[in-house]
């Protein structure tokens, strides 16, 4: 039987392909920018800006991330079954002991951040401290170590920097499209140019916001069976995403640029069936319903 077991490995080969897109994208946004505009130099400059901009997140990322879920730190003292659990999990994984954080908000969910093991975060909201037992709550954070020791982090904030880039160039170039003037001396084929960079300029955005999606998702599944492995316990997160699921209320304070690092959708979803069904084709998460089938079928 195919499940999420068998595809861990396939899973990573696909999120290094769509990470190299990625980057592909941003070139080739600045390759039509710079001809546009007939200076090669721009192309140069989208290539530093770009690797500036990743360096930068890479380093301050948990600070960033932090601040805007509005996490706060956690002690042994305050929150000990939470930070002892944790710590038992990471010995098991053989990984370094996370900073703890909690963030205040009755909608149950985590994320887990950091530039590296040895710089990684886990915070939990106080709501899913209050609906979980010790076993579920033993999945959510084996899940979110999975994210550590997978990498996940570095991906995930790469991903939403370069989408903010592409984003916000394109926005740039096509308002200086629509609103600028050039020479009048511009043949037939500099108006074909025009309107290709354009275009592109139009869905880069949009494509890139489709990687960054499907990266998230496939990381979610990957993270999902490696905490299960971890805790040899499938039930408990699956539990776990059964009671997130089903309180499907929004956070207080969310930010889109880290939805995707959260356990679960941090918008909640009332939906109905098929609005779901239509709406999880641009959603950060995959369904609580897949991954809790891929988990114990």
């Known amino acids: 039987m195919v499940n999420i077991y068998n595809n861990v490995s396939k899973n990573v080969t696909k999120t290094w392909f769509l990470m190299t897109l ?113 076993t579920e709550l033993e999945g959510v954070l084996a899940h979110e170590l999975s994210h550590i020791g997978n990498r996940d982090m570095l991906f995930s904030t790469v991903a939403v920097v370069l989408v903010g880039l592409v984003s916000i160039i394109s926005d740039m170039f096509t308002r200086s499209l629509i609103w600028g003037h050039r020479d009048s001396s511009d043949n037939k084929s500099g108006n074909i140019l025009m309107i290709v960079g354009l275009v592109f300029a139009i869905l880069a955005p949009f494509f890139a916001l489709l990687i960054q999606l499907a990266i998230s998702r496939k990381r979610e599944y990957l993270a999902d069976a490696s905490g299960a492995l971890l805790t040899r316990y499938p039930e408990g997160l699956a539990g776990a995403l059964k009671k997130i699921g089903e309180f499907a209320q929004p956070m207080h304070r969310q930010s889109s640029a880290i939805a995707h690092l959260y356990l679960a959708d941090p918008k909640g979803d009332k939906r109905s069936k098929i609005a779901k069904k239509i709406g999880s084709l641009f959603a950060t998460h995959p369904p609580m319903e897949e991954r809790i089938k891929a988990l114990i079928g």
């Not at 909608?107 to 590296?116: L, M």
């Open 22 to 134: 990625f980057f592909v994208l941003v070139i080739m946004l600045g390759y039509f920018v710079s001809i546009y505009y007939g200076n090669p130099n721009i192309l140069y400059l989208f290539v530093v800006f770009t690797i500036g901009m990743n360096i930068t997140s890479y380093w301050f990322s948990d600070r960033i991330v932090l601040t805007l879920a509005g996490a706060k730190p956690a002690s042994r003292e305050e929150y000990f079954d939470l930070y002892t659990t944790l710590e038992n999990l990471s010995i098991t994984a053989g990984l370094p002991m996370p900073k703890v954080y909690v963030v205040t908000d009755p909608a149950p969910n985590a994320f887990a951040t950091g530039r590296d093991a040895k710089h990684a975060v886990v915070a939990v909201t106080t709501g899913l401290l209050a609906i979980l037992n010790k």
